[in-house]
């Protein structure tokens, strides 16, 4: 299908800038005092349009969030409205942001300060799918589309995805003397639309032993890999989410404490999508799948089966928490806070014959933290802190959930955690501070449930404890200069792993070593260092600079030669402002960041890493009482790189993955002309070019097709514009 390209909408500008001609010469502002402003602070209202030069396949990338998609001029409006009662002391306050988009913002509060408040709300979020689907599927997206083969790809409709939450909240507060208040907030979110989703059976064998769509009749053999077959299904969302948020706090006389209940509420009105397959499909080698007969008429049977989405659920926690002054140098801080989560949305008939009517999901988590700082001599602060979760999970354990010929059993999850830390900081002499903490953290988890399958795994550790140290040195060099440097090690061990066998023994890594086992990456024994410098300088009164740098390394070991070996991580960034005068301002950053993952496979090595760099130069300035000006220009790289070897040290045929780059460049200007005392207009500009870069869905031009030829692409480069002019008026 065919893009019309969409031009720039700019006749509404010019009717906009016609109508500001005529309000007349503008009014120099005039000195306000500033307690006069803060009894009576001013309000204003915007309003104007705004138009996006692009066609919709080239701001997919801009459009995602902002609700510019779509549509080419827009209406610009917001609002700040601020009254108060000078005999009652009431204040009004309406605000409203975007109120012409898509992604608005409105609030309304009426309150007495000290005595009472009533807070309403509403706010919109979109999200826009960059991508564009092609497909021949039939009422898609839904809970029952019916798949129907392209004749070549790119021949059917194209889908634009996307999701728009929409909330109303209302809150209020009662202050019943000056320690003591009461708060209440009740929010309501919704949310519609449809997300990129998919299914896919691939034949042959299954969990080593099963063969999921069948072999040939009385012959016991296993399929061939490459019979099989992956299909486009977006996923319908329609959901509400209820949160409640009741606390009465109070404070005084060397107390401070805080408790309530707050409630979540997930509600979900689509339970199971169910797909209809019609014709033949194609086979991930190009072949043809017949679905009439043997195995496509198996594979067709399974992939028809109801697929569940996401369930039900709702949280109750209780909380009390807050910190009591011990002595004018000391205090303590609490908190203490139950969760309870159930699940207990029915599974829908025919997703898992013969197994129970629900998960029963029920989980208890119990959080109990204290902590003490302490000023025992002026040069000297410490202070501890201890913290412990304990995650109790009371789900029933079915051994009855049946797929595939198989009986698998669910394994609940309960583990506790302690988390300690101490620290000291001491005012050295010279103007040197130095800090000195210590770091420990145990988990404790239970073991899988008997009879659980625990696929692909070679071993489990139901406990690891980390101890870390860390220290600084922060020194005030000169009035213009201050400079800290930290570092930090930890390192993170544990008892036994516990063999997959029955019963689940603790045995020793020499017994539990296998070459090519897979191990939790994070049940493995790591070793962590950081190490950071940072530092403020004014070299003179209208320059400020500051510096970081920050370098990270973790290692890990497991009873086997696989698995992830080690990762680093260094940043840098730099911060500049400049006040070149009374009238103009510069201000600048730039960053660099860099991860690197290595990892060992069976038959290969990989070095997987992020580079990202980014800038932004700004300046803003009012060249006289009339005028306001701005620009920005900013620029941003984002490179994935994979880099596989062969084990026996060869590049891989093809020469491996490419790299995905994603770059962004950006300029944004606006002016801001004062017409009169109370009236201005604004005039934005803002400018991005984008390109997109990556093999996932497509490759030197040639698209990822799926098993009836549906497409999902993406415009690799775009280019958009917006233009947008308001009028503010500022009312007293």
């Known amino acids: 299908?065919?893009?019309?390209?969409?031009?720039?909408?700019?006749?509404?500008?010019?009717?906009?800038?016609?109508?500001?001609?005529?309000?007349?010469?503008?009014?120099?502002?005039?000195?306000?005092?500033?307690?006069?402003?803060?009894?009576?602070?001013?309000?204003?209202?915007?309003?104007?349009?705004?138009?996006?030069?692009?066609?919709?396949?080239?701001?997919?990338?801009?459009?995602?969030?902002?609700?510019?998609?779509?549509?080419?001029?827009?209406?610009?409006?917001?609002?700040?409205?601020?009254?108060?009662?000078?005999?009652?002391?009431?204040?009004?306050?309406?605000?409203?942001?975007?109120?012409?988009?898509?992604?608005?913002?409105?609030?309304?509060?009426y309150q007495k300060q000290g005595d009472w408040r009533i807070t309403g709300g509403y706010n919109a979020i979109t999200h826009d799918d960059p991508r564009t689907l092609n497909t021949g599927a039939s009422n898609a997206p839904s809970l029952a589309p019916r798949i129907v083969s392209l004749g070549s790809v790119g021949s059917g409709v194209d889908l634009n995805l996307g999701t728009k939450r929409q909330g109303v909240s209302v809150s209020g507060a009662k202050w019943f003397s000056s320690g003591v208040v009461f708060e209440l907030d009740f929010k309501n979110e919704t949310k519609d639309g449809a997300r990129l989703a998919g299914r896919g059976i691939a034949c042959g064998a299954f969990s080593h032993d099963y063969n999921?769509?069948?072999?040939?009749?009385?012959?016991?053999?296993?399929?061939?890999?490459?019979?099989?077959a992956y299909l486009l299904t977006p996923e319908p969302i329609s959901s509400t989410i209820k949160q409640i948020d009741a606390k009465l706090s109070y404070s005084g006389q060397g107390l401070k404490i805080n408790?309530?209940?707050?409630?979540?509420?997930?509600?979900?009105?689509?339970?199971?999508?169910?797909?209809?397959?019609?014709?033949?499909?194609?086979?991930?080698?190009?072949?043809v799948l017949n679905t009439a007969s043997t195995p496509g008429n198996s594979l067709v049977s399974l992939m028809q089966r109801a697929s569940a989405l996401s369930p039900s659920n709702e949280a109750h926690q209780f909380y009390v928490g807050g910190n009591y002054t011990l002595t004018p140098t000391t205090r303590a801080t609490f908190k203490y806070a139950h969760t309870h989560v159930t699940q207990n949305s029915d599974f829908v008939g025919g997703i898992l014959a013969g197994s129970p009517a629900s998960l029963g999901g029920d989980l208890n988590t119990t959080i109990a933290q204290m902590g003490i700082t302490a000023r025992p001599a002026t040069q000297l602060?410490?202070?501890?802190?201890?913290?412990?979760?304990?995650?109790?999970?009371?789900?029933?354990?079915?051994?009855?959930?049946?797929?595939?010929?198989?009986?698998?059993?669910?394994?609940?999850s309960w583990s506790s955690k302690l988390n300690a830390k101490t620290e000291a900081s001491v005012q050295l002499p010279d103007n040197y501070r130095a800090t000195f903490g210590l770091d420990y953290a145990s988990v404790h988890r239970n073991r899988p449930a008997t009879g659980a399958l625990v696929d692909g795994l070679s071993g489990l550790r139901e406990d690891t404890r980390e101890r870390g140290y860390r220290a600084e040195l922060r020194r005030s060099m000169s009035d213009t200069f201050n400079a800290?440097?930290?570092?930090?090690?930890?390192?993170?061990?544990?008892?036994?792993?516990?063999?997959?066998?029955?019963?689940?023994?603790?045995?020793?890594?020499?017994v539990i070593y296998n070459t090519n086992g897979v191990f939790p990456t994070t049940l493995?024994?790591?070793?962590?260092?950081?190490?950071?410098?940072?530092?403020?300088?004014?070299?003179?009164?209208?320059?400020s600079v500051q510096l970081m740098l920050e370098d990270g390394k973790d290692r890990f070991s497991a009873p086997t030669e696989q698995g992830l070996r080690d990762t680093n991580m260094r940043n840098v960034g730099i911060d500049v402002a400049w006040k070149v005068s009374d009238n103009w301002k510069l201000t600048g950053?730039?960053?660099?960041?860099?991860?690197?993952?290595?990892?060992?496979?069976?038959?290969?090595?990989?070095?997987?890493?992020?580079?990202n760099d980014a800038f932004a130069l700004g300046v803003v300035g009012t060249p006289s009482a009339k005028y306001e000006l701005g620009a920005t220009v900013s620029y941003m790289n984002d490179k994935n790189r994979y880099q596989p070897t062969l084990a026996n040290g060869a590049a891989p045929v093809g020469g491996g993955l490419a790299d995905i780059n994603y770059r962004v460049a950006s300029l944004k200007l606006f002016g801001k002309y004062a017409?009169?005392?109370?009236?201005?207009?604004?005039?934005?500009?803002?400018?991005?070019?984008?390109?997109?870069?990556?093999?996932?869905?497509?490759?030197?031009?040639?698209?990822?097709?799926?098993?009836?030829?549906?497409?999902?692409?993406?415009?690799?480069?775009?280019?958009?514009?917006?233009?947008?002019?308001s009028y503010i008026y500022k009312l007293k």
Request: glycine share 10%; proline share 3%.
């Open 589 to 611: 950053w730039w960053s660099q960041g860099n991860q690197t993952l290595h990892l060992n496979n069976v038959g290969y090595l990989a070095e997987l890493g992020n580079n």
């Open 1 to 109: 299908m065919k893009t019309a390209h969409t031009r720039l909408a700019i006749s509404h500008t010019i009717l906009v800038l016609s109508l500001i001609v005529a309000f007349g010469p503008a009014h120099a502002d005039d000195e306000e005092d500033a307690l006069e402003a803060l009894k009576t602070p001013d309000s204003s209202m915007s309003a104007g349009i705004g138009s996006v030069s692009a066609g919709q396949r080239d701001r997919t990338l801009f459009g995602q969030y902002n609700g510019l998609r779509s549509g080419d001029a827009k209406l610009l409006l917001d609002i700040d409205l601020k009254r108060r009662d000078d005999e009652s002391g009431i204040w009004t306050l309406i605000q409203g942001r975007n109120l012409g988009l898509d992604n608005r913002e409105f609030s309304a509060t």
């Open 484 to 510: 800290s440097i930290s570092a930090n090690h930890s390192e993170r061990t544990g008892f036994n792993w516990l063999s997959l066998g029955a019963g689940y023994p603790s045995v020793s890594e020499a």
């Open 381 to 412: 602060t410490l202070l501890g802190n201890v913290r412990y979760e304990d995650r109790d999970d009371k789900t029933q354990v079915a051994p009855t959930y049946v797929a595939g010929g198989k009986t698998y059993t669910n394994s609940p």
């Open 212 to 228: 999921v769509c069948g072999a040939a009749a009385g012959t016991g053999a296993l399929l061939a890999s490459t019979t099989g």
């Open 524 to 543: 493995e024994d790591r070793i962590r260092d950081k190490i950071r410098f940072s530092a403020d300088w004014v070299p003179m009164e209208n320059l």
């Open 675 to 725: 017409l009169e005392k109370n009236a201005d207009v604004r005039l934005d500009l803002f400018h991005q070019s984008a390109n997109l870069g990556e093999w996932t869905w497509a490759n030197n031009g040639t698209a990822f097709a799926y098993s009836d030829n549906s497409t999902v692409t993406l415009q690799p480069n775009q280019d958009v514009t917006f233009i947008g002019v």
């Open 259 to 287: 408790g309530g209940y707050y409630g979540s509420f997930y509600s979900n009105d689509y339970a199971s999508q169910s797909i209809g397959i019609a014709g033949n499909l194609i086979n991930p080698d190009g072949t």
